[in-house]
């Protein structure tokens, strides 16, 4: 038998099975195709709780620790040898509208640390551009090259992979979660973490009440790049990559539409024309689409179904990278017994 089985090979996945070998428990990673060919790396890879979670106390304070915990990473990940391109140099967010400029007047008298302008001069910006706020604490991570990390951490820490297995549905002996009905074979553990993102209701069972579904979102890549992580309210954001710039993007309640469309294309076009200009003539380098696993609360789902279900880790809609680091630690935590780092009470399932 199996000590702990995790039902899913992306970055909440990989990050969970590391956290429990470092632990000293034996881990298998279960994953149907490639690790982290899904919503890890279609995501941007923002690190914004100020930004995106500043009017919800709970889930700003569960980001606000994960974005602490982010150099803590980065620098076991080097020890490593693996580079993550953690950049946490500031996050510009912009008013484009009146309903832009009344949000900015509550997030400056909120208790998210943010500045009214940048330390230094925006000439790319829109003339659209009605105001700014600058968030100097945020930023961004290559979420690639992190997925690519923490598999590789995960190895280095005896975590084994399984791929090509088809999970059907948990494996139950009473009320207790004894593992996975999967094709080839079955597989029972003594404990079973599931961390199949916007697939955790087709595992059926209680995993189904949860309401998780799809959100896609379109997003693309084009060449050149400005300073800084950009978000435009009601809009979408560009964050600068290298020698690109990723654009995102939709949000689309559709199922697991993969299609790209042109109204997903011209939304994405817009985002650009309307805060930088200067990159409209540039080359698409990429386009794809994810999915955001997502709650009806919109409220990601971490702990223990009942007594003796299946540990989960899902439903971080827009956040998962951001709050990867807390996750990873909070639930491996629970698992082995140990206090956790956090109060985990909002989020259990």
Known sequence: MNDILVIG???MGCSVAWKLAQRGRTVTVLERAIPGAEASSAAAG??????ECWDQ???????????ARYPIWEAALKALNLDIQLRL???????VDPDGLELHQRMAHSKVPCLSEPP?????????VRGMLWFPEEGSVDNRLLMTAVRSAAEQAGVRFVLGHEVQELLWDGDRCVGVSAHPQDIVAKETVVCAGAWTSALGGPLRDLGIIPIKGQMMAIQGANPCVTFAHGLGY???RHDRTIVGSTTEDVGFDR???AEGIAHLANIVHTTAPNLANNPVLEMWCGFRP??????????RLGDRGPWVASGHYRHGILLTPITAELLSAMICGESPPTDPTPFTP
């Not at 230094?120 to 659209?128: D, I």
């Not at 709650?295 to 789902?301: D, G, L, Q, S």
């Open 9 to 11: 090979g992306g970055l």
């Open 120 to 128: 230094f001069a925006v000439p790319w910006l829109s003339p659209n």
């Open 259 to 261: 299609s790209l469309t």
């Open 294 to 303: 997502t709650t009806p609360n919109k409220r990601p789902v971490i702990g």
């Open 46 to 51: 923002i690190l914004a709780p100020g930004t």
């Open 238 to 240: 560009l964050v600068p």
């Open 57 to 67: 106390p709970e889930l700003f304070r569960l980001a606000t620790e994960s974005l």
């Open 89 to 95: 140099t500031g996050l510009l967010h912009l008013a």
